[in-house]
């Protein structure tokens, strides 16, 4: 996970470059932001009164209830789900569970353990 298109586009070439393309495909690599996004795409009906989105619901310049969201409101919707939705909570864990969870800087939703950049070195077990 990056911060940044270009580290993204960077990290995921690296992969297939050292693991090969039929391996690299496996790997997946997102900005922050992507991520967020795909937690609202698979968990969005976790949300509930005036954050409800309709299934075909857009990122676009004004937040149109149900139907768009802007890029701001995209970082408080996926926290609201994954501290409102045990469900959401257990799949992320479950996804990233052999990642170690560390960052030299602190992410937007730091109080949500699941949502920081991970690191791609296997945890280590202690």
């Keep these: 996970m990056s911060f940044k298109v270009d580290a993204s ?4 070439a690296r ?3 050292r693991c090969g393309h039929q391996l690299g ?5 997102f900005t922050f932001h992507r991520f967020v996004l795909r937690i609202i ?3 969005r009906l976790a949300l509930t009164g005036q954050d409800v ?3 075909d619901f857009s990122v676009g310049p004004a937040r149109i209830q149900g139907q768009s969201i802007t890029f701001r409101d995209m970082i408080p919707l996926a926290k609201t789900i994954v501290e409102g939705s045990v469900i959401a909570r257990n799949a992320l864990r479950k996804r990233t569970a052999r990642y170690s ?3 030299s800087r ?3 939703i730091s109080s949500t353990a699941s949502l920081r950049p991970v690191s791609l070195e296997p945890a280590r077990n202690s």
């Design 9 to 12: 586009t960077n990290l995921k």
């Design 15 to 17: 992969v297939r470059r």
């Design 25 to 29: 495909e496996r790997f997946d690599s």
């Design 41 to 43: 795409q698979q968990f």
């Design 53 to 55: 989105l309709a299934a």
């Design 101 to 103: 969870w560390t960052s």
């Design 106 to 108: 602190t992410a937007p």
